[in-house]
């Protein structure tokens, strides 16, 4: 990795034993989604000894809050603290105490890094650049917490004007991040199929009408569809994952359900999907004899980045880690990440964070023998810091300039 002279790194360098032990420790106890009471309770014992007004949210999940003592802008950095339904393989003096749970998703180190920003700033409480908000946000991996903590307040009061938020990547080494203007990762969709025919015996089926024959002329459909009536330049994928109907060889089925997902990053392709599809299984159902109803049921959002926090967060890293380190990602993901909530209600950017060694990845997120190189806390915590003082140093000049002239 590049050396980074600058005074503010080299502060964060020889405090690293601390970071790494608070990530240990949250990798040694991991709690699966809607359970980190553990997990909460130790990042409000550490916001305590840095003295950092804090509260919980979304149940298990909790903000903390520094106010500047000047009228500013808000800048809130967001932390997912879950765990993974996982048994760790790796053999490592803090592998999970948890049977069947691990941090396979590197949630301990984003919980790590942004305590990492709140303790940079708890020691310098009479010069904040700005009021800080810091979300440590639970059940990423399941239900969605973001949501929940925005719908109970958390980027009000004040109001929050921008969100920062990372994700650590092994695929990378450390020293380089990903970043991408603009659409970063899908919005997801349930998708259930129902189909209704009429049963008979098998014996004789122009007596009744078979839904595994609908069914069967339904995926088909769906597959031309999705190749046919939507760009190739749009990012769609629709998977029919489950299918369950019949109840015995010889009797045609009578009633056949599907289940699958959807993701989509646009909007209107969103919409445009649910509404043909709709009509399109309906129609086929109908045409065969049959009937048939579609139901979806809404996941996160998609993810979109505002281009001029972007552009802030890359003039940091660039400067911090040299223009090649500084990947632009070419295509948005197909996964999901309900950071896009935050981004709903105010402008900021996600970017991932090489977690990798040099000579390659040791496993990859998810997985039982994901492991990350630990001095990935430390940049962390040094970008999402200099990013707050760059974002101040842009925009509130424009916001005092707009009251100005206004």
């Known amino acids: 990795m590049k050396v980074i002279d600058d005074p503010i790194y080299q502060e964060l360098l020889a405090d690293q034993d601390w970071l790494i032990d608070q990530r240990r420790f949250f990798h040694t106890f991991p709690e699966l989604s809607e359970n980190e009471f553990g997990t909460q309770s130790k990042i409000m014992e550490i916001l305590n000894t840095l ?99 925005v719908q109970e307040g958390v980027m009000e009061d004040p109001k929050v004007d921008f969100t920062l938020g990372l994700h650590v ?56 569809f999705i190749s046919r009536f939507i760009s190739p330049l749009d990012q769609v994928v629709l998977t029919i994952g489950q299918i369950h109907g019949g109840v015995k060889n010889n009797i045609i089925c009578d009633e056949v ?44 959002k998609a993810l979109i980045n505002d281009d001029e926090v972007v552009a802030v967060i890359r003039e940091v890293a660039v400067k911090a880690l040299a223009r090649e380190n500084v990947i632009e990602k070419e295509h948005p993901s197909l996964g999901v990440e309900d950071f896009s909530y935050f981004l709903d209600k105010s402008k900021g950017a996600f970017y991932h964070l090489g977690c990798g060694f040099e000579n390659g990845p040791l496993g990859a997120l998810h997985t039982k023998d994901f492991i990350m190189d630990e001095t990935a806390l430390t940049l962390g915590v ?13 925009f509130l000049s424009k916001s005092i300039d707009k009251v100005v002239n206004d």
């Open 169 to 224: 990547m092994p695929y990378m080494p450390v020293g380089k991040i990903e970043i991408r203007n603009g659409k970063l990762n899908a919005a997801s969709d349930s998708v259930k199929i129902t189909i209704l025919g009429k049963s008979a015996h098998g014996a004789y089926p122009h007596q009744g009408v078979d839904a595994i024959a609908i069914a069967a002329q339904v995926i088909t459909a769906i597959q031309t």
């Open 51 to 149: 003295s950092i007004n804090h509260y919980p949210s979304a149940e298990t999940g909790v903000c903390g809050v520094l106010l500047s003592e000047n009228e500013t802008l808000t800048i809130a950095l967001r932390a997912d603290i879950d765990a993974l339904p996982i048994e760790e393989e790796n053999q490592l003096p803090y592998q999970s105490q948890n049977p069947g749970v691990m941090h396979a998703c590197g949630h301990d180190a984003h919980t790590t890094i942004l305590l990492g920003v709140a303790r940079y700033f708890s020691k310098r409480v009479e010069e904040l650049p700005c009021h800080l908000k810091f979300f440590f946000q639970p059940a990423e991996e399941t239900v969605g917490g973001a949501d929940r903590m």
């Open 257 to 300: 359900v599907m289940s699958g997902g959807m993701r989509t990053t646009d909007e209107n392709t969103r919409r445009f999907i649910k509404e043909r599809l709709t009509e399109l299984v309906t129609g086929i159902a109908t045409s065969y004899g049959g009937n048939a109803s579609v139901s979806f049921a809404e996941g996160y």
């Open 382 to 394: 040094y970008l999402q810091i200099k990013s707050i003082y760059a974002l101040v140093d842009k």
